[in-house]
């Protein structure tokens, strides 16, 4: 099993960054991909970022492409998402999610492991 912890979230105006840390232990060998989703109330968790473990290939949601920048730091078993020129919109819980195996990186139904959230609030 693998263990998920997110933090970085916070309050920022428009126009500025945030880099947010998905920090992993336990079985971290079974990892295939880990990727960034977020929620606002009422709606469903929606794709924003995808890195593949043990490479380099990456994935963005249009909406945030040219904007966030998801990378990955091995020493530490941290997956990162820098997010710059932060929009009112980019408002929601930030998660960050593990899969064991190749499916559609935007699925939520791909992976097998979740963090509890960050809140991330962009005030205009």
């Known amino acids: 099993q693998v263990a998920l912890v997110e933090s970085g979230g916070g309050l920022v105006q428009a126009g500025g960054s945030l880099r947010l840390s998905c920090e992993a232990s336990?079985?971290?060998?079974?990892?295939?991909?880990v990727s960034w989703f977020r929620q606002t109330p009422g709606r469903e968790r929606d794709f924003a970022a995808t890195?593949?473990?043990?490479?380099?290939?990456?994935g963005y949601a249009d909406s945030v492409k040219g904007r966030f920048t998801v990378s990955r730091e091995n020493a530490r078993n941290t997956v990162y998402l820098q997010m710059n020129n932060l929009k009112p919109e980019d408002t929601a819980i930030y998660y960050c999610?593990?899969?064991?195996?190749?499916?559609?990186?935007?699925?939520?139904?791909?992976?097998?492991?979740w963090g509890r959230g960050t809140q991330v609030t962009v005030s205009s």
């Open positions: 336990g079985r971290t060998s079974n990892i295939f991909r």
């Open positions: 890195i593949v473990w043990n490479g380099s290939i990456k």
């Open positions: 999610a593990a899969a064991y195996g190749a499916g559609l990186p935007a699925d939520v139904t791909a992976y097998d492991s």
